[in-house]
């Protein structure tokens, strides 16, 4: 089983070498032909258009008859991707797998996930929860994370040169909501964890959640 799975794997990086159509790159750590990195451009179209996503993969013992274990190492912001681990929520990584899937599918897959998130399935469910609430603000946020991260660059039209995005804005906060709190003399730090746990945006900002948050930030 192992020469086998070892032949699998090596045939499947030649044949992603060799395809200069896809965009999907599958590189050894290590000389290990079990610990790879896969990598591919975000999709256009989206808040993660321009940048660059690698994901840690290892191919387990079974291999093609168990799925390979995926985890993003670019920190993305998205409802089936965890924004502290990387851990991934897609059903062929789990029991949807079969051995006719390839390491390159596989990559095209997660690529497709960022085009098309489940919500209502989520790997990060504060994430999901802001992808819900409000898509503007969330797709900024994506955005946010994938200039800090994922090396995308900033639209123009849209970011002043040299211009960084705030500790809200990364967290997909309003400065307005934000200092609405700071200014009663809570600390920043925890007034964002606590908007981002209580979901405050878009039609959750109103007074029975602003109660909310004071009651939290009292405790």
Not at 162 to 179: I, R
Request: charged residues 25%; hydrophobic residues 35%; proline residues 7%.
């Amino acid at each position: 089983m192992s020469d086998a799975r070892l032949r699998r794997v090596q045939k499947e990086i030649r044949d992603c070498a060799k395809d200069k159509t896809s965009n999907i790159s599958i590189d050894m750590i290590d000389e290990s032909p079990f610990h790879l990195i896969g990598a591919f451009p975000g999709p256009p179209d989206t808040p993660y258009e321009g940048g660059y996503y690698e994901v840690d993969i290892v191919i387990p013992d079974a291999y093609p008859f168990q799925p390979v274990k995926m985890k993003f190492i670019t920190k993305v912001y998205h409802p089936n991707v965890s924004s502290a681990s990387g851990a991934i929520c897609l059903d062929i990584l789990k029991d949807a797998w079969s051995p006719v899937l390839t390491l390159k599918s596989t990559l095209i897959s997660l690529q497709s996930l960022l085009c098309d998130p489940v919500p209502n399935d989520p790997q990060d469910a504060e994430v999901a929860k802001h992808y819900l609430a409000d898509r503007n603000s969330f797709n900024a946020t994506a955005k946010h994370w994938a200039q800090a991260y994922a090396q995308a660059p900033a639209h123009k039209k849209q970011s002043e040169p040299g211009k960084v995005a705030t500790d809200a804005e990364m967290a997909g906060l309003t400065e307005e909501n934000v200092s609405g709190f700071t200014d009663m003399g809570f600390s920043r730090e925890q007034v964002i964890s606590i908007l981002k746990k209580l979901n405050y945006r878009g039609n959750n900002v109103n007074p029975q959640s602003y109660n909310s948050v004071l009651e939290e930030l009292l405790k």
